[in-house]
């Protein structure tokens, strides 16, 4: 974890490189992302995130880039996309492993030319943003099986930052199971100052298929329905 922080401190002091954060779903992907867009220069800018595996390919499309008045049939007004909304700031773009190669193509033809059409628009809209995408598939395998363009993993893939699994984090998991005491015993209004010994050996040995978001959850359960 030392590593990734090393590495997200680089990315921050860049302006512009695409980052690539890759691991299991719940080990801190997001909270990347928004620490690589609040410590550096585009901290004042708007923080964009999408979920890529919520929308279907056309509403994704649409979510991103926007749409003219008259592009469909409900389209009564101009709409502008998160592309447009984040200009100065940073795309996040959660899960981009479950993009469509349609729409792939679209965010890569961004990237390359940093300008974009709204969905039945003719004018090009040219914008300033930082693209941080997350996954937890294997994009390279995604790759060869022919699911996720080669183009556009390399242009994503510029900086690389892995989170490994809580359970191979070694005692981080007492850390952060001591942070999350800590702040649920806030929330809750209750005085738990520590954990026992033997739970501290129960949280060690666990392997926690849901990671940090498993542990979290765990400990805001614990705190509100414990009470010696």
Known sequence: MRGVRELIDKVVRSKATSVLITGESGTGKELVARAIHYRGDRAKAPLMEVNC?????????????????????????????????????????????????????????FIDHRNFKRVG????????????AATNKDLEAEV????????LYFRLKVVSIHLPRLAERGDDVLMLARHFLREFARKF????????????????DY??????????????????????
Do not use: Y
């Open 53 to 109: 595996s919520s929308f279907h390919e056309n509403l994704l499309e649409n979510e991103l880039f926007g749409h003219e008045r008259g592009a469909f049939t409900d389209a009564t007004d101009t709409k502008k996309g998160l592309v447009e909304l984040c200009d100065g700031g940073t795309l996040f773009l959660d899960e981009v492993g479950d993009m469509s190669l349609p729409t792939q193509a679209k965010l890569l033809r």
């Open 121 to 132: 628009g003719a004018r090009d809209i040219s914008v300033d943003i930082r693209i941080v």
């Open 144 to 151: 060869r099986a022919g699911r996720f363009r080669e183009d």
């Open 189 to 204: 209004q209750k005085r738990f100052g520590d954990i026992a010994p033997a739970a501290a050996q129960m949280l060690r």
């Open 207 to 228: 392997s926690w298929p849901g990671n940090v978001r498993e542990l979290r959850n765990v400990l805001e359960r614990v705190v509100l329905l414990e009470e010696g």
